[in-house]
Structure formats: structure tokens, C-alpha cells
């Protein structure tokens, strides 16, 4: 049975996506169901006494942003974005046929891009989404390097050997030609900042798809 109103507060049971709740402002409420992976968005002391319990949905949305990730990495190292925007508003289409042709083809040698065999993808934090970017990367002929904090992690234990593993961050920027963030928010405020961005090509992309805190 579904009821829309103003408020819940006969509800015994929430699920979030990500907004943030106070248990102990719904006394009602037993069990909060949080769809994603990290629980700061539910706080209160009747969730730190255990009267209101948490869960996480732990893999449920991998798969949607590992391919989100995998088309980035391919619009920008083919340079896709920037030829749609030549072509979307840069090309003058009211020119002859042959000025039309020859600003086209002077334009398009702009946007040549790079081929995935020869990029190096650098992964930060091997968790449910990391490890399916580090899959589909693979399979695209990349090289990837990764950083995993803790390497003695199931998911990091089930890395194909041809996966380098580096001991720092650091070494993921340095050596790579994209870098894709896969880290809570939770204790990793500003984990990537001016400092660190440093030691990155000067044509490599930084990629953060988990949250706007961490790189700052």
C-alpha cells in the first residue's frame, strides 16, 4: 500500500537515496535502507545505539557508473566531445562545397585523439565499482594501474595479474593518461588536491566519480 503525504511519521521502515536523515527526529523508524554504500547520510543516536539499524545496498548501481566511466574515458581520449562541438558549432555550413570540405577536413585533423591500446587508466579504490572499471578497461586493451588501501581486500585479491598495482597515489597520477576516483566520501575529504594533481601528465584527465569532496 502507498500513501503520499506531507510527512512519514508513522513509517517503520525508510529508504534514501541521498538524503540526509536524522533517526532520532522519526522515533517510529526501525530500519533506514540507504541505496548506495555509505552510511554518513543516516545519523542520530538511536542509530549509534543500535534501536534504528542501517543498511547499504553494496553493488547496486557498479554496473551504471562503471559505464558512465567507460564512455568518459573513450569521449575523451578520442577527443569525440570536442569534434561534436566543431561540428555542432564551429563548421560554417552555408560555405561552397569545396571551401565546406576543405575547412572540414583542416578542422577534423584537430581531433585525431588516442587510441585505448595505448592509454594507461589509473584507478583510485577498488571496491564494487572500481573493480568493474578495472574489468571493462581490460577488456578494452588498456593498461591500468591501480591504488587500493586495503590490500588485503577480496576484490583486491581477485585482480588479473596483468593489473600493476601501485603503493601510493602518488604513482597512479604520474603514470597515467586518465585517473578515475572510486572512494567514499566518508575520510576522504580533499584526497586529491593543487598538490597532488601536480604530479599528473600535462595532458591527463582526472575523473571523479564518487564524490565532489574528495577533489578539491
Known amino acids: 500500500k502507498f500513501i503520499v503525504g506531507p510527512d512519514m511519521a508513522d513509517a517503520d521502515t525508510v529508504i534514501l537515496?541521498?538524503?540526509p536523515f536524522n533517526a532520532d527526529e522519526h522515533p517510529g523508524v526501525k530500519l533506514v535502507i540507504r541505496a548506495g554504500t555509505?552510511?554518513?547520510k543516516?545519523?542520530?543516536?538511536?542509530?549509534?545505539k543500535g534501536k534504528a539499524c542501517v543498511q547499504m545496498t553494496l553493488g547496486a548501481n557498479?554496473?551504471?557508473v562503471a559505464e558512465e566511466v567507460a564512455c568518459a574515458i573513450i569521449m575523451l581520449r578520442r577527443k569525440f566531445h570536442a569534434s561534436m562541438a566543431f561540428v555542432r558549432a564551429q563548421l560554417d555550413y552555408s560555405l561552397p562545397q569545396k571551401e565546406f570540405e576543405n575547412a572540414y577536413e583542416?578542422?577534423?585533423?584537430k581531433f585525431l585523439g588516442h587510441e585505448l591500446s595505448a592509454?594507461?587508466?589509473g584507478v583510485i579504490g577498488v571496491g564494487q565499482i572500481g573493480i568493474r572499471v578495472v574489468e571493462l578497461a581490460l577488456f578494452l586493451g588498456m593498461r591500468v594501474i591501480v591504488y587500493e588501501r586495503d590490500r588485503l581486500s577480496a576484490l583486491y585479491r581477485l585482480l588479473p595479474t596483468s593489473v600493476i598495482k601501485a603503493k601510493s597515489i602518488d604513482e597512479v597520477l604520474a603514470f597515467s593518461d586518465i585517473v578515475t576516483?572510486?572512494?567514499?566520501?566518508?575520510?576522504?575529504?580533499?584526497?586529491i588536491g593543487k598538490e597532488r594533481i601536480a604530479f599528473m601528465r600535462p595532458d591527463a584527465v582526472l575523473n571523479n566519480s564518487a564524490r565532489a569532496e574528495i577533489c578539491k
Open 119 to 121: 592509454t594507461t587508466l
Open 42 to 48: 543516516v545519523k542520530g543516536q538511536r542509530v549509534d
Open 181 to 191: 576516483v572510486h572512494v567514499p566520501g566518508e575520510d576522504n575529504t580533499h584526497l
Open 62 to 64: 557498479s554496473e551504471s
Open 106 to 109: 583542416t578542422g577534423k585533423a
Open 38 to 40: 555509505e552510511a554518513s
Open 17 to 19: 537515496r541521498s538524503h
